[in-house]
């Protein structure tokens, strides 16, 4: 399929578009029928990341969440009714390692790109990706629209930066800005470093005998773990109502890392103690020690409920990675043998 032309189709631009989710969006808003335009920054490497499958339905635009220009030429180009903000430095545990990164791309570039549409398009609607993350030393549990904020990591406190921002700009000017604030969401396009995937990557190279081990930290962290594709679909909702507002998304159950891993193993049918090693490299300077969210006004007001539960969501990552491990083992058995060492995510 082509690029999509059409006088009456509504045009969506997505940030964040190599990612899991804005592919999964990307997905979704096409299947609606929407024109989807891209944003995707310059690597050196040609870099469609998740929406490889979809690059000849998209029309890409390069532009940087830092660099304010750029976004202000993005939005002329797209001419987007609806504009989703899912660029992000994503990955809690970096955002020690580059705090003043994250601040910019998390924070700061959320105002740049709120200023650009209120300069070029302030009719266009706006989704912020927020994030459960920014509940951090949770005030309450289950945690809903309404709990104090109190982040843990300079990602949650860029994130909660953006969030306010995103507040503010429906509050002080006439424009349609949401946040949806998403507990954690997976699926088999989970980046390698977060621990789902860690896991479940982990656990077919263990099966097929590539490595003997996975190294991880907080077994006892717990998360509220949904399915990105049902996320994307509440982000959507979000922009058809017929006022802005913020929501969290959740399934409103919790589990702890060693559920996840235990069950990941089962799947294969080994028992997890005999490979989990405790590695202090994966243990967080401040740790979010429970996340469970309660959704209820989304599913009020949106009609949204997620479709794949912990156990689904499990078997589909296992599953996909198992199918994964096996073509890396069948395209590199007669060659390079380096790729199966142990990972050092
Ligand atoms: P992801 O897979 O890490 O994707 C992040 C995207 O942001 C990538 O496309 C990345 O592009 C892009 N990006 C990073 N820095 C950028 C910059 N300076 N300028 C332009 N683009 C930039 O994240 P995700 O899991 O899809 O999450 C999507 C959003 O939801 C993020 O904002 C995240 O913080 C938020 N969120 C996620 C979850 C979750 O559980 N997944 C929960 C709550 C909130 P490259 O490919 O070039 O790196
Ligand atoms: O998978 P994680 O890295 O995700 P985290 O930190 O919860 O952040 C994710 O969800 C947020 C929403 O709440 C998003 F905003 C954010 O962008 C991201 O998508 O870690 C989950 C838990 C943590 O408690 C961590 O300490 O797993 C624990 N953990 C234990 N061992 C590990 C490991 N995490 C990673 N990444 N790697 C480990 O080896």
């Not at 922009?239 to 998304?249: C, G």
Request: aromatic share 12%; with cysteine.
């Amino acid at each position: 399929m082509k690029f999509r032309e059409g006088k009456d189709m509504k045009r969506a631009l997505i940030t964040g578009i190599t990612g899991q989710d804005g592919s999964y969006l990307a997905e979704h808003l096409l299947d609606l029928g929407y024109q989807v335009c891209g944003l995707r920054r310059r690597s050196s490497q040609l870099n469609y990341g998740c929406s490889e499958h979809l690059k000849d339905d998209i029309e890409f635009i390069y532009a940087d969440m830092t660099d304010m220009g750029s976004l202000i030429r993005a939005i002329d180009k797209a001419k987007p009714d609806e504009i989703y903000n899912l660029a992000a430095q994503s990955f809690v545990q970096t955002s020690w390692e580059q705090p003043i990164l994250t601040s910019q791309i998390d924070g700061i570039g959320v105002s740049k790109f709120l200023e650009a549409i209120r300069m070029v398009k302030p009719r266009s609607r706006f989704y912020q990706a927020s994030t459960s993350e920014m509940f951090g030393k949770v005030q309450e549990t289950p945690q809903t629209e309404k709990t104090p904020f109190y982040p843990r990591s300079p990602y949650g406190i860029a994130k909660l930066y953006g969030h306010w921002m995103t507040i503010n700009y429906r509050e002080s000017y006439p424009m349609f800005t949401c946040s949806g604030i998403l507990f954690n969401h997976e699926s088999p396009r989970r980046g390698l470093e977060f621990v789902t995937r860690k896991i479940t990557h982990t656990v077919a190279r263990i099966k097929y005998q590539q490595v003997n081990e996975l190294r991880l930290g907080n077994l006892d962290a717990k998360r509220d773990w949904g399915f990105a594709g049902d996320y994307v679909k509440a982000m959507h909702l979000m922009l058809q109502q017929e006022t802005p507002d913020d929501y969290v998304i959740a399934t409103g159950e919790t589990h702890t890392v060693r559920d996840f891993v235990e069950q990941a193993f089962k799947y294969v049918g080994l028992n997890y103690k005999d490979y989990v090693v405790s590695d202090q490299r994966f243990m967080r300077p401040a740790e979010v020690e429970i996340l469970l969210g309660d959704s209820s006004k989304a599913r009020k007001k949106l009609g949204w409920k997620p479709e794949i539960n912990f156990e689904q969501l499990v078997c589909m990552m296992v599953e996909e990675d198992l199918r994964v491990v096996y073509d890396e083992v069948a395209r590199f058995d007669h060659g390079n043998k380096r790729v199966y060492g142990q990972l050092s995510i």
